[in-house]
């Protein structure tokens, strides 16, 4: 099982190191891009603030610009992106104010969906989690600190989608989209070392499965907020004031 999940700009040796895909298959192309730009955003692959260009994704794609406009300008509504005047575009970057905005939905939003996965969670499902959390662990110890934050990030998502409700894991992933770049200059301000970062995870990934197969909501509500709170500690928020 695996875990996984304007003209101007970066140049195509930047774009190319994101691992976007060329597009084919019956699936729009403007479809396939939106979904590999969002990817993309969603897993911290691109710096807050970072421009982008619309022909650079294309080339990068093999498709014409056409499909990719139609993709980034579904991101921007959605506030992944936003339209630079010379109709560039640029990946946001949240100030203090607004992140602790998203972070306060977020808490609320992610809190119900972990209950509401705790009774209907099948055992496959759990499954997946403890392979996303395995495979965080083991990249945090190899010093891959993109590759196991981008596991953990797994590892939530694929908790909420277990909640059965697509309108509120729909919202959880709009804000997510819009978190994500913070993502990037946060890893670093995980613990010190791979060990560590590993056990970060463990203890408390851990919990959350453990109240998941017990099918207690609140115990898996509670471990869940724990762990979100720790979590924004490193990025130097005041969790005490943010609820």
């Not at 875990?3 to 976007?20: F, H, N, P």
């Not at 200059?185 to 203890?203: E, I, K, S, Y």
Request: charged share 25%; glycine share 6%; proline share 2%.
């Amino acid at each position: 099982m695996n875990c996984g999940i304007g003209e101007r700009g970066v140049a195509m040796s930047v774009v190319a190191r994101r691992k976007l895909s060329r597009i084919h298959g019956a699936v729009s192309k403007g479809a396939q891009a939106y979904e590999q730009i969002k990817q993309a955003i969603l897993h911290a692959q691109f710096r807050p603030g970072e421009v982008l260009s619309i022909r650079t994704l294309a080339a990068s794609f093999g498709i014409s610009t056409m499909p990719v406009r139609e993709a980034v300008t579904r991101l921007i509504t959605e506030k992944a992106l936003e339209l630079l005047p010379n109709r560039g575009l640029r990946v946001p970057n949240l100030s203090d104010e607004e992140a602790r905005d998203v972070l306060r939905a977020r808490f609320v939003l992610e809190g119900l969906a972990v209950e509401l996965a705790a009774a209907r969670i099948t055992s496959a499902e759990i499954a997946g989690l403890e392979e996303c959390q395995r495979e965080s662990e083991a990249a945090l110890k190899r010093g891959q600190t993109h590759k196991g934050v981008k596991a953990s990030l797994q590892f939530h998502l694929m908790l909420y989608r277990a909640c059965g409700s697509q309108t509120l894991v729909d919202l959880i992933e709009a804000l997510y989209l819009r978190y994500a770049p913070k993502v990037y200059t946060n890893m670093l301000l995980l613990p010190a070392g791979g060990g560590a970062r590993a056990r970060f995870v463990h203890d408390h990934h851990s919990v959350i499965i453990a109240a998941l197969r017990r099918r207690d909501k609140k115990a898996a509500r509670r471990a869940l907020e724990k762990d979100m709170k720790d979590t924004w500690k490193f990025e130097r928020f005041e969790t005490a004031g943010l609820f």
